[in-house]
């Protein structure tokens, strides 16, 4: 009898050892996080092997030619061939956005937030543009395509119907973020909506509006597949030494991505070699550069509240 | 004698007034230019779609494989390729976001997230194109062509997994905001009954924040089925391709042949409905895109409104 209890009691300290050391979960929860760790930097590995391999890529050119290769234009020939033709398109297709899209966008914004009480035509327009942003990019492309001009103007207006609901979610949720009794103040000393909206509400977004309308503005840079539909230039081409500022903006055009396309698949090796991934890290500078802007934008400006 | 105040005055400058009804006129009319680009995308799209369908031959939607300049429209193998190539990417994916955010949302410190979630947000801000041409020039020759010899240059295999590093951070994001999302009370809970932290994040964590996980999952294969560069640099058969379940096979997906029609890729003699069937296509992404896109906005809300 007296054994048997004993035992019981042996048996049970056991177990709550066991219990308080918990070896086993221990074992299982560290196993856990390690995985965890272990994808998290497969990612950042997959980053950093990508960023190399292009690097190394894109070495010699930059060593052989120095800025020459971001202030040359298009050329057949290797040795010449630089990207500022797509640099060129590429600012004018920004430009475009900047003067399309930024305006239309925030003042949807503006209606979405401040304008629209919950009615049947905020509601169907927030849906709207909540699904334009998931429509594919190449899909806009057709819908540029089915008007007739292959240049450059075609080209921003097609970027600015893409980027357009993203700038109208990243404005709405900085418009969002502005507390209530900001506009309260206004209101109290009289103000009429648009008065508040001009004065308090969006000195308070801005930051956040500006620095979502840089990072939309990198995604516009960085697009190819609409351009390839609507009739970007492919190959090699290049205006007449007399050509006009009308004559460029409506004849050909290449943009930076596009010219990453259409190098790594040029027959001659040096194209898709080493030149196209030169012309990689020209545009990943330029696309770090606006992340940079936007990241410094936000620290710089936060509010708090 | 004290001045009397009348309504008019109340009612407050009329000027004021105009203004204030032109601005609200011009805010409206803004927020109608998206609803007119959907119109505009669906009427360019459904027009020459109806026309295509209206005037092909209903057995050339069928047959060995896609070549549009020669007649053969054959959709499955547009289908099958954008199956095979999406779900190799979120195979890629699921694993390693789903990974990464958990790690950033449970156990990385402060100071650790500082910089590896903007490290995250930088690959999920490299273009497809840059992730094409290293598709093909790196992940093909060093990835795909050592594990499966008889691999050649043009693989859905290697669009597919540059395909899953372009949604990675997709997943990471989205999971990671579902995750932090979940309030630190379910989890205090769960360590009060003496759970320990991987237990928390597995049964209490994940299930919390599963609809906004679901979410970035949705979102994530709606862009890899969307995505074109990858696929267009990377897969090959830019000049149509037979029906295949391969992977190691060259594909075409709706989106390359959509960029392959458009760019002139297969220079063979042009056929009357070429040009209509990227239409017909395109409105097939765009309706898949657009149901799978409202699908996650239905989970999304979900979860912001759960806590």
Partial sequence: MTTSITRRQEATQADVAKAIQRSGIQWRSTLFHAGLLLLLLTTLVILLVLLADIMIKAWPTFAERGVSFVTDGLSLNPETAGVFTGIMGSIAIAVIVILLAFPIGVSSAIYLEEYAPD?????FLDTTVRNLAGVPSIVYGLLGGSTDGKNVIAAGITMSALVLPIVIITASEAIRAVPDSIREAGYGVGATKWEVVRSHVMPSALPGILTGTVLTLARAIGETAPLLVIGVATGYFAPPGDATFVDQITGSYTALPVI???????TQAEFADTL?????????????????AAIWLRNKTENRW | MTQQLTLEDLAGDAKRRNRERRVKVLFVAAGLVSIAVSILIILSLAGEAWSFISQVDLSSLWTVGWFPRRGLYDIPTLIIATTIIAGIGMLVAIPLGLGAAAYLAEYASPRARRWLKPTVEILAGIPSVVLGFWALTFISPEVVARIFSSAKPFTMMAAGLGVGVLITPLVATVSEDAMKAVPMSLREASYGLGADRAVTVRKVVFPAA???IVASMILALSRAIGETMIVFMAAGAVGGALRTFNPLDPGQTMTAAIAALATGSDQVAGQGLTFQSLFFV??????ITLALNSLSNRFVRKYREQY
């Avoid at chain 1, 990453?260 to 040029?266: A, D, G, L, N, P």
């Fill in chain 1, 119 to 123: 009615t049947r035509l905020s509601r």
């Fill in chain 1, 260 to 266: 990453v396309f259409s190098w790594s698949r040029q």
């Fill in chain 1, 276 to 292: 196209a991934p030169a012309a990689i890290i020209v545009l990943l500078v330029v696309l770090f550069v606006l992340n940079g």
């Fill in chain 2, 210 to 212: 599963l609809s906004g």
């Fill in chain 2, 282 to 287: 395109g409105l097939l992404l765009f309706l």
